[in-house]
């Protein structure tokens, strides 16, 4: 079974700054999807952004970039210029590739807090 | 279509009482999943739906939980005898799936608001 593992409960940034929040995860299989899920405050979750783990190349969604190192097994989300609307639990999540696996394996999430 | 849709958004129900959830997900989505979230955690996989087929079921499914999906369009989420450790924010989310190959690709899966349930 995979797992997921975010190890900062909450992070803090000053607006217009860069913050980085960590995940790791564990998997036997070779191709999968990687993503990025903000849920703001009683609101529904939306996608940041995804990485396909057959893809060297690092994933890019305006200010939300991310790091994936397959063989670390490491996916991290940098956001650039925070905003105060990024405010938000941030829950890494991880798919396998075969459609029969479709459904997501969460991590514990990291809240991020934004500062003025 | 506006999105996913789940009703209703809070439920307050006294232990040993049933309950039932529904979501409708977008309407052009042949896949429908099910999670659980409690307080200050992930939300962790129930069930799922193709069409009307419920292809997988969590061991966290006891069985008190049923979900349907009649005719392949919403679904509903059951739970008998609720108990306090029931309480949480029930999602849903669909997406949609162009065939049974690897390789096709497949569609991200917009979540619903949630219906947060509290057993008391």
């Known amino acids: 079974a995979q797992t997921v593992t975010q190890s900062q409960p909450e992070m803090s940034v000053q607006e217009a700054e860069t913050v980085t929040l960590s995940c790791t995860y564990d998997t036997s299989e070779s191709d999968y999807y990687l993503f990025w899920y903000k849920q703001p405050p009683s609101r529904q979750m939306i996608l940041v952004i995804r990485q396909e783990a057959y893809k060297q190349q690092n994933a890019t969604e305006n200010r939300f970039s991310v790091n994936f190192q397959k063989a670390a097994k490491s996916f991290s989300l940098k956001i650039s210029d925070s905003q105060l609307g990024d405010a938000a639990m941030y829950f890494c999540a991880y798919r396998s590739a075969n459609p029969a696996g479709n459904k997501l394996t969460f991590g514990g999430g990291t809240r991020v807090l934004v500062k003025p | 279509d506006t999105g996913v849709s789940q009703d209703p958004r809070h439920k307050i129900t006294k232990r040993g009482q049933n309950v039932t959830f529904r979501c409708d997900p977008i309407s052009e989505h042949n896949r429908l999943y099910w999670y659980r979230q409690t307080l200050g955690q992930g939300p962790e996989f129930l069930t799922y739906f193709q069409n009307e087929a419920q292809l997988e079921k969590s061991r966290l499914l006891s069985d008190r939980f049923s979900a349907e999906r009649p005719k392949g369009s919403f679904s509903t989420l059951e739970i008998q005898r609720t108990e306090q450790g029931d309480s949480a924010m029930y999602l849903c989310?669909?997406?949609?799936?162009?065939?049974?190959?690897?390789?096709?690709?497949?569609?991200?899966?917009?979540f619903g608001q949630g219906t947060r349930l509290t057993v008391v």
């Open positions: 989310a669909s997406s949609e799936i162009y065939g049974q190959w690897e390789g096709y690709p497949n569609t991200e899966a917009f």
